[in-house]
């Protein structure tokens, strides 16, 4: 018996279309949720639904009406109702 092993072929990887850093004025995407907003300026990963997922954003608060950037895991964001608004 010729036993050969045949390559194993991996599909191609999605690709990232939202992973270059863009400027706090024109985001991927724009989450509300209540007087909370959140600019998504950079995404880390393809796939938002992973546990651990998170997003770069520039999040603007009652307290922080010029907004904080920062990571933000995209289960906090989504929890706490947001919706996409752009």
Do not use: H
């Not at 995407?29 to 992973?50: M, S």
């Amino acid at each position: 018996m010729n036993a050969t092993a045949t390559p194993t072929v991996k599909p191609p990887k999605a690709k990232n279309e939202c992973a270059k850093m863009r400027p706090k004025d024109k985001p991927y995407e724009v989450w509300q949720a209540g007087d909370w907003t959140w600019r998504v300026l950079k995404k880390w990963q393809v796939d938002d639904n992973k546990p651990f997922a998170r997003w770069f954003c520039n999040v603007v608060t009652p307290m922080m009406p010029e907004g904080e950037m920062g990571d933000v895991y995209v289960s906090e964001i989504k929890g706490a109702g947001a919706v996409k608004i752009a």
